[in-house]
């Protein structure tokens, strides 16, 4: 499969299916299906997803939010965005706290974890070493993050970017999908606020323990994001 290919008009989850079978970055497919073979031993009775996560949430969903990649024994392991290590325990409870997640916990694939009008993605979809994907593994993966946001655009209306990383990556992605970002490209921070072509986008510290245990990140900090962003997308 590849992701240049054009745009496939199918829905939404026709594209996660191909994303899914993706196999474009030598590195990262070898180090997501070691981690797969050899496990943690925490979780040695689970059989690894292994392979990239798609995006996760509804095809109509109003807001959007980006991540940076799978965790190794989090979403490559469940198969699901955020789902099964510290950081998705963070995002979740927060998106349960405003309204947004049926619960507060996500654990694996079938927990029956339902998001309202909320869709989770990331602009590189597989497990990089060192939770470090290189300049040319996040261009390769762009074009996924382009289709999404294209069949995203009928209902998206607000964008909650996670961490420097994904909002270099998202920026251009946005571009790509025909949104038209301000020049020069805006700086992440914290709270940011953007107003796109009828979409608003918003920087967030990322979702890592490192901000997180720190205090970098505290959850009424991102809980206050969520609520703005939600609002802008007319869920508040």
Known sequence: MD??????PTPL??????????????????WREEVARTKRAAFADWTYWGRPVPGFGPPDARLLIVGLAPAAHGGNRTGRMFTGDRSGDVLYQALYD???????TSVSADDGLALHSVRI????????????????????CRPW??????????????AVVLGAFGWQAALPAFTEAGWTVPRPRPAFAHGARVPLDGLDLFGCFHVS????????????????????????????
């Open 13 to 30: 989850p026709a594209l996660d299916r191909r994303v899914a079978g993706c196999r474009a970055c030598p590195r990262l497919v070898e």
């Open 121 to 140: 993605t990331s602009p590189v979809h597989c497990a990089p070493p060192a939770n470090k994907p290189t300049p040319r593994e996040r261009d390769t």
């Open 209 to 236: 323990q490192r901000n997180t245990f720190t205090g970098r990140l505290t959850p009424e900090m991102l809980r206050e994001v969520l609520r703005t962003a939600a609002t802008a997308a007319g869920l508040g």
């Open 145 to 158: 993050l382009v289709q999404e946001l294209r069949l995203l655009r009928p209902t998206l209306r607000a």
């Open 98 to 104: 405003v309204g947004l997640a049926s619960q507060p």
């Open 3 to 8: 992701a240049d290919e054009p745009l496939d």
